[in-house]
Structure formats: structure tokens, C-alpha cells
């Protein structure tokens, strides 16, 4: 299984971005995926998550600001973000058939820096 994000960048506070993570693997609508982050110094935390029914949960400090989503027919899910702040400032990697919180496959990780 192959990932590839896309979408990073840097942004202002209050801005959005929307990040991508196209997978290659069969099977890609039976899983659970999901987006971690990691700040500098900071541990990696799971942002989102979405089962293969479409239910989601997030971590409470992006609860109302995020959305996360999935399209099986492109075997590509997403990371809507709104309000960002500079503490969402990190790497954010996708995370393909999250299983007890750990993913079997990653991606490559794409900076998200959200600065005036």
C-alpha cells in the first residue's frame, strides 16, 4: 500500500487548508483511516478518524474546526480545516487501516504551519 498526501503549507491564523491522502490499496473502503499530527517536542497524536461507515471522532481541541472525509470511489480521504491556529501548526501524516490506534501504513507527512 502506497500513500501520497498533498495539501500542506502555511497559512494565516484563521485560515483553512485541506489535505488529501490517496491510497493504492485494495479493499480501501473496509478500513478505518485516520490523520495524526506532530508538533515539535510534542508527542504524535491522532487528529481524526473515519470508519468504513462514515463515522468519525476527533480530538477535542480541533472538535468543531475539522472535518475529516473519505470517497472510496477515488480510495482518497481528506482533512478539512478551518480556523486553523498557530498550535495546529505540525506534520501532519495520514494513517491507512487503523487498528488499536496504530495504522498499518503512513504517509509521507506534509507540514502544516498556520503563522501571520
Known amino acids: 500500500v502506497q500513500l501520497v498526501e498533498s495539501g500542506g503549507g502555511l497559512v494565516q491564523p484563521g485560515g483553512s487548508l485541506r489535505l488529501s491522502c490517496a491510497a493504492s490499496?485494495?479493499?480501501?473502503?473496509?478500513?478505518?483511516m485516520g490523520w495524526y499530527r506532530q508538533a515539535p517536542g510534542k508527542q504524535r497524536e491522532l487528529v481524526a478518524s473515519?470508519?468504513?461507515?462514515?463515522?468519525?471522532n476527533y480530538e477535542d481541541s480541533v472538535k468543531g474546526r475539522f472535518t475529516i472525509s473519505r470517497d472510496n470511489t477515488k480510495k482518497t480521504f481528506y482533512l478539512q480545516m478551518n480556523s486553523l491556529k498557530p498550535e495546529d501548526t505540525a506534520v501532519y501524516s495520514c494513517?491507512?487501516?487503523?487498528?488499536?490506534?496504530?495504522?498499518?501504513?503512513w504517509g509521507q507527512g506534509t507540514q502544516v504551519t498556520v503563522s501571520s
Open positions: 473515519i470508519t468504513s461507515i462514515g463515522s468519525t
Open positions: 494513517g491507512y487501516n487503523i487498528v488499536s490506534g496504530s495504522p498499518a501504513y
Open positions: 490499496g485494495r479493499l480501501f473502503s473496509l478500513y478505518v
